[in-house]
């Protein structure tokens, strides 16, 4: 798809679980803390 158009762009899921050795924060996921995502949520961030 993005070779059709560049304007689109991946997401990135936000997870409060452990980042796994081969993982890269905001690569493969947002890593945050249990707190940091329910303010997000309260935030609507």
Do not use: A, H, P, W
Request: glycine letters at 4%.
């Amino acid at each position: 798809m993005q070779e059709r158009d560049s304007s689109i762009k991946f997401s990135v899921s936000c997870t409060t679980r452990k980042r796994r050795d081969y993982e890269k924060d905001g690569m493969d996921y947002s890593f945050m803390t249990e707190k940091e995502f329910s303010n997000g949520i309260k935030n609507k961030l």
